[in-house]
């Protein structure tokens, strides 16, 4: 009870509580539980105030319960409750209540610390060693100690040292990472960088002496014909035994798929005794897969280029650039672009790859291209480049190879020793399983002949032997290339011929009239903008000078089978105007006659590209005529000497020669062009 007084401010009246007595049987049933949590608490953590452990053995419950609160850490406003509970029963409850929390969070804190200090103890014991090892070396003042793989970059660099200015950028290197853990992210990055310099061919060349009739022998031993590809590469090659360097030259290989353009390049580097390495670029889009990717990302790694170089290992190796025609571009940047520096002879000398950030001499490398087209390759680009052409094999020659390199080779790669295949089936087999510029669908033909032999003498059955045309069937299935029948002429249509990436192809172009129209023309067949700039042109002029004889005006549809085909390109002109004379006029064109020329508005024919492979399509489907513009009139000598016996060449100069010619049993109606009259 407070009282105020006037003089020393408030004063106190105390009294004595009273503690509420226990009956003796429940007194001692809770002090044994007390008791018996503190026991527990006490095992819950050896690192308690010793005198926490002497209350075990006291029998005095007030007493047990006084010094108990007063050794146990409880907040002070539960010590307050304490001392304020008149009832012993109430007491024991909160102290064993604040006990069992007590040893709960003990035991909570210990398994978290238990697992931190593992954890620390893991992640610090070999930084703590490295350190004790750090301080070892500078009291001993030497290299006693050092890590393994630094180690081998050290002696790696004696044996192919870099120059000078890369040399010190290394040991920097090297010094900046002898302080790092080697658990550090940024000591495994500078180690991958470090190792990547090492083994650089910096110094190391492949040298021989170059044997020009050695080299010879190697490109005929490998490849029939390409008479004009192989004294080229002849060429080059004298150069280079003279000059000792590859005189800024790149040679771009030009051709359909399967005529040998890789296996070419393999020659001419077994030719100049170097190591040879294909990269591959079709379809690459990322500038960083040629100049690389910078090295402070997860995952970085050196371009296409400079890989190429380490696993070559020499500095001069011959490295060919394959399907360069099939790059693309994206946001990620234009990989032919960072080829102009790698194709430069006036900057590979100084080649700085982004992984790398250190300049690379490329001059000594020999660098080769293929492609199957020059028209995809960008003219900045293809400036660099000295194209080399590689054109379709004609039949004589696809039987010279086979005859003497294809079954040979099918033979070793399948373990036969001998493929039973009569020679003189061999043009059968050709003409009437193969429809291609190259070799590839014949050499799998033969492989298929050679499994058959194998899997035959493993089940201990006849020898297979092919002699007939029907054993061919029986082997191979039914003939895959069907020749239509083109000895019968069809109003409306026209044959021409049409170049390919994979070879010559016969175009067949048709036109049929819709009467009651009003002059519309539709074109269909999945043609390109230039083609149909072609049977716009061919439409203008043939209504323009040879219109319909009896003065209708209706519509004309040109289409061009096999939609599923792109086609593109101005060499049809001349056949399309044919096609649409021939519908208009109700007349057959010609039989066994194909045509190819660009026409304009005033009907001149102009030149084409591809004859060779335009040729060989009419050869290959047993057509006799072929019209072509007298501006290729130089190209007919180059052709192969079967080319020029099988087909009979009309050169044309002008559209009005090209319809006396499809027509010669009727007279050509309508007016002529001024320029020709």
């Not at 002090?31 to 075990?56: G, I, R, V």
């Not at 002949?449 to 029986?474: C, G, M, N, W």
Request: charged share 25%; aromatic share 6%.
């Amino acid at each position: 009870e407070l009282q105020e007084d006037p003089h020393i401010g408030y004063v106190a009246t105390p009294y004595t509580l009273k503690e509420r007595a226990l009956d003796e049987e429940k007194r001692n049933f809770w002090f044994a539980k007390l008791k018996e949590a503190l026991q527990e608490y006490l095992n819950s953590d050896t690192d308690l105030h010793p005198e926490l452990y002497k209350l075990l053995d006291l029998q005095e419950e007030e007493r047990f319960i006084n010094l108990c609160a007063a050794q146990l850490i409880i907040p002070r406003s539960d010590r307050l409750l304490l001392l304020a509970e008149p009832s012993v029963e109430n007491r024991i409850h909160m102290l064993i209540e604040h006990l069992v929390q007590e040893k709960t969070f003990r035991t909570l804190y210990s398994r978290i610390t238990e697992k931190i200090q593992n954890k620390l103890d893991t992640q610090n014991r070999n930084y703590f060693l490295r350190h004790q090892i750090s301080a070892l070396r500078e009291e001993l003042d030497e290299e006693a100690v050092e890590k393994e793989d630094l180690r081998k970059i050290r002696i790696a660099m004696k044996d192919n040292p870099p120059p000078e200015t890369i040399l010190k950028e290394m040991q920097q290197e090297i010094q900046r990472l002898e302080k790092m853990s080697l658990d550090s992210s940024e000591y495994n990055l500078g180690r991958n960088w470090l190792s990547t310099l090492a083994k650089l061919p910096w110094n190391r060349r492949t040298s021989k002496t170059i044997d020009l009739q050695l080299a010879s022998h190697i490109l005929d031993k490998e490849h029939y014909g390409l008479d004009k590809v192989k004294e080229r590469i002849i060429e080059q090659l004298a150069v280079q035994s003279t000059q000792k360097s590859t005189m800024g030259t790149i040679l771009c290989l030009v051709g359909p798929p399967g005529v040998g353009k890789t296996s070419l390049a393999q020659s001419v580097a077994l030719a100049l005794g170097r190591n040879f390495q294909r990269i591959s670029l079709g379809g690459i889009k990322d500038e960083s897969e040629i100049r690389g990717h910078r090295r402070t990302y997860i995952g970085s790694m050196p371009g296409r280029v400079i890989r190429a170089i380490q696993k070559a290992n020499c500095k001069n190796p011959l490295i060919l650039l394959d399907e360069i025609d099939k790059i693309s571009r994206d946001l990620r940047g234009d990989p032919t672009a960072a080829l102009l520096e790698v194709l430069d002879p006036e900057q590979n000398n100084g080649f700085v790859d982004h992984y790398l950030d250190q300049p690379f001499d490329l001059s000594s490398v020999f660098f080769m291209c293929t492609a199957n087209t020059q028209e995809t390759i960008p003219s900045p680009l293809l400036d660099r480049l000295e194209v080399i052409t590689l054109n379709s094999y004609s039949l004589e020659e696809k039987q010279q190879i086979t005859e003497k390199h294809l079954i040979r080779r099918a033979e070793e790669d399948h373990g036969v020793d001998t493929i039973h295949l009569d020679r003189k089936l061999i043009p059968f087999l050709i003409e009437n399983y193969t429809h291609e510029a190259g070799l590839r669908k014949l050499n799998q033909h033969l492989a298929k002949i050679a499994r058959q032999t194998v899997l035959r003498d493993i089940r201990d059955e006849q020898t297979l032997k092919i002699q007939s045309p029907e054993d061919l069937y029986s082997l191979l299935g039914a003939p895959t290339t069907i020749k239509p029948d083109l000895k019968t002429s069809v109003i409306g249509r026209s044959i021409g011929l049409a170049w390919t990436p994979s070879g010559g192809e016969l175009l067949f172009l048709e036109a049929i009239l819709k009467p009651q129209g009003k002059g519309n023309l539709k074109s269909t067949g999945n043609l390109g903008s230039v083609m149909q700039e072609s049977v716009a042109v061919a439409h203008s002029y043939i209504q323009s000078y040879h219109g319909n004889p009896n003065q209708e005006n209706p519509d004309l549809h040109i289409h061009v089978p096999q939609g599923a085909i792109s086609k593109d390109g101005p060499s049809a002109g001349i056949g399309i105007a044919i096609a649409i004379y021939s519908a208009l006029h109700k007349k057959a064109v010609e039989p066994l006659c194909a045509m190819t020329g660009e026409l304009s508005l005033s009907g001149a024919v102009h030149g084409i590209g591809g004859l060779r492979e335009k040729c060989l399509a009419a050869q290959r489907m047993g057509l006799e005529h072929v019209l072509i513009p007298n501006e290729n009139r130089h190209e007919i000598p180059l052709l192969p000497a079967s080319l020029r016996e099988a087909l009979t060449f009309h050169l044309i100069s002008h559209m009005e020669e090209v319809l006396r010619f499809c027509f010669p049993s009727e007279e050509i109606s309508g007016s002529m062009p001024q320029i020709f009259e």
